[in-house]
């Protein structure tokens, strides 16, 4: 029996009369890197949106095991969601359980005249909206203590900044911390994003897309940090990505979608043998083609 930390179950959504997702059932394996791959349209990003929270389904359960929490389970008959409604981890108190990792649709940092240490302090649930004083935490940080003087004060402040300064390190980017977000190259505001969650010390992070526009120095760099993540710290990855160079390369588990429906599931061998994943994938490239 495997050791899984998400498991999802008939999750179904649609957007008026279209069926987005038909009864998904996925399970994610503590420690491992699963990529979920499809053709464009295929539903990807919903299940993404609907474990995060972003949307909630129109039905399922999701199954949740922190390490220490036990196993929990939240359905549309819970008191967690609304009759009828698939409940995700972002809206059941799971953040110290499971991160996302979320590029602004701009391409630029959401905070751009954050130093880099600072960004990594922006709590998670700030959103897209820049938080007061944003380019000013260093200052006013320093003000507090100067204020406070306590001794927690001091300890807190200083471990927040030596794991700060770790994560940096781990996305090969501690000799950028004195720059300001905004002037990153697009690579580097990736993997600025993944420390900052990683600062959250989640067991599980969700990635979208994260290879999406980097060159293949950049795409190397990001598949060495996430095997570093999985290998040094056993966090749990779960991502999208059109790169099948790097999905083959660094994931134990592949989940295949098309047009809402789970179609293969297995190691990165048995899905580039499998009739329908080849069919899908030739399927929406002739599609292309016509257009």
Known sequence: MTDSILRVEHLMMHFGGIK???????????????????????????????????????GGQYRAA?????????????????????????????????????WHPSGEPRWPGAHLPEYTFIPRDVGDREPAGAQHTQVNRHLLAGILNTRGYRQAESQALDRAFYWLEVVEMVDCANRLAGTLSYGQQRRLEIARAMCTRPEMICLDEPAAGLNPVETQALSRIIRFLRQQ????????????????????????????????????????????????????EEEETRR
């Open 66 to 102: 922190g390490a220490g929490k036990g196993h929990r389970c939240y359905s549309g008959a819970g008191a967690e969601a609304s009759p009828g409604r698939f409940s995700p981890p972002g809206a059941a108190g799971e953040a110290d359980l499971l991160q996302d990792v979320r």
């Open 20 to 58: 987005a997702l038909n009864d998904v059932n996925l399970e994610v394996e503590r420690g491992s890197i699963t990529a979920l791959i499809g053709p464009n349209g295929a539903g990807k990003t919903t299940v993404f949106n609907c474990l995060t929270g972003f949307l909630s389904g129109d």
């Open 233 to 284: 710290h056993g966090i749990t990855v779960l991502l999208i990505e059109h790169d099948m160079g790097m999905v083959m390369e660094i994931s134990d588990h592949i989940i295949v979608l098309d047009h809402g429906d789970v179609i293969a599931r297995g190691a990165p061998q048995a899905i580039q043998a499998n009739a329908s994943v080849i069919a899908a994938y030739l399927g929406a």
